[in-house]
């Protein structure tokens, strides 16, 4: 099945101790992305990547980190996490970005304490 | 920066009713894609729009682009309980953009 699988689901973490959330997709996409969701704000995006060893600042890329070493995984990295990154995060990817759909994960309910 | 607004905000409806929801945007569409997002969820693509003028039909769902490139709107036939979620629009340039969203609650 064609799928884009985060982990973990839920985490609950303290100030300043690193985690980093994996995101793994089966569908041989160039482009993948992190989205962050609050209320009232929407979906915005973190990072985004259009191939390997590509990425490139969202619109909310403070405090965050990425790689992409390998075309199936985007891990999203909180170095020092902070509670106002308590959020509801989702990574996606495309076939090739601009114009194409994306799939995205069931999401990662981060709680920062 | 590309602004994008939905409208309403909120809509309780009752099954079988028909409703329209809108997105407007500060600059012209690279490429328009809506999404539904179900609680706990991530967000479902629902349709791409690409060119002025365009009109795709999901089923009960009517998606139409505006002539300018620049709104759009989504028309459900006869909703259903099934139907209640956050409808989302999106502009599929370099980045994927989205508008606040429009929350749907179809009581049965």
């Known amino acids: 099945e064609a799928q884009v699988t985060q982990n973990p689901r839920y985490l609950i973490t303290v100030t300043g101790k690193k985690l980093t959330v994996t995101c793994s997709q089966n569908?041989?996409?160039?482009?993948m992305s992190w989205y962050r969701q609050d209320p009232g704000l929407g979906l915005r995006q973190i990072y985004y990547?259009?191939?390997?060893?590509?990425?490139d600042k969202g619109d909310v890329p403070e405090g965050y980190k990425v790689s992409r070493k390998e075309k199936r995984n985007f891990p999203l990295i909180l170095e020092s996490p902070s509670p106002n990154q308590t959020s509801l995060y989702f990574c996606?990817?495309?076939?090739f970005g601009q114009g194409s759909g994306y799939t995205f994960g069931s999401g990662t309910r981060l709680t920062v304490v | 920066t590309q602004l994008l607004e939905q409208s309403p905000q909120f809509l309780s409806i009752q099954e079988g009713e028909n409703l329209t929801v809108y997105c407007n945007s500060s600059?012209?569409?690279?490429?328009l894609q809506w999404y539904r997002q179900e609680p706990g969820e991530g967000p479902v693509l629902l349709v791409t729009?690409?060119?002025?003028?365009e009109v795709k039909k999901l089923k009960r769902l009517t998606f139409q682009f505006g002539d300018a490139r620049k709104d759009s709107s989504l028309h459900i036939t006869a909703a259903q309980p099934g139907d209640t979620g956050l409808y989302l629009c999106?502009?599929?340039?370099?980045?994927?953009?989205f508008g606040g969203g429009t929350r749907l609650m179809v009581k049965p």
């Open positions: 996606a990817s495309s076939l």
């Open positions: 569908m041989n996409h160039e482009y």
């Open positions: 990547s259009m191939n390997v060893e590509v990425t």
């Open positions: 600059s012209v569409f690279s490429s």
């Open positions: 729009v690409v060119t002025g003028g």
């Open positions: 999106a502009n599929a340039g370099n980045m994927l953009t």
